[in-house]
């Protein structure tokens, strides 16, 4: 078994590791990746933070097109999968009306089609949210710490502000 590879930005020698448990369908997963990409960019850049993102291919009917849209990403390139999840979550009532819709704007706007790492990938990372008792998305963990936020009711502001403060609090 090869190993598996996730979206990863930053250093591996940051003080500290963020792990985002998302899904691209998922419309609190959108508030909370904005607010994650917005406040961890400058973390990131300055070796503070590691952010892994691990894409949840959960089985609930509108989930499942957001492991469509995942199983055709380049985890390999980074910096371009991460624009077309920043895109994928800008457009999200769009595509994710039917599975046909996201096959398409995954093959015909990305030019991009299903990764062979894709199964492995979600298998892991299946495995991994069952042993550390994840069943709901998002669900993220700094310094393997659960983060406390209310993804059904936080805006993307309230959001950047706990995760900020949780950071400087593991970065102590």
Known sequence: ????????????????KVESFINLACPYCKNYFKAADQSLKPLIDQGKVQHVIKHFDKTKNGLLKGTVANIHLDYQNTDETLEIIRKLYDTQKEWTVDFATIEEKMQKQFNLSPQKEADERSIAITEEAVSRGIKGIPTVFINDKKFEFNPL??????IETKLTQQINEANK
């Open 1 to 16: 078994m090869t190993e598996v590879k996730h979206l990863t930005l930053g250093s591996p020698n940051a003080p500290v």
């Open 153 to 158: 009711e936080d805006e993307q502001s309230t």
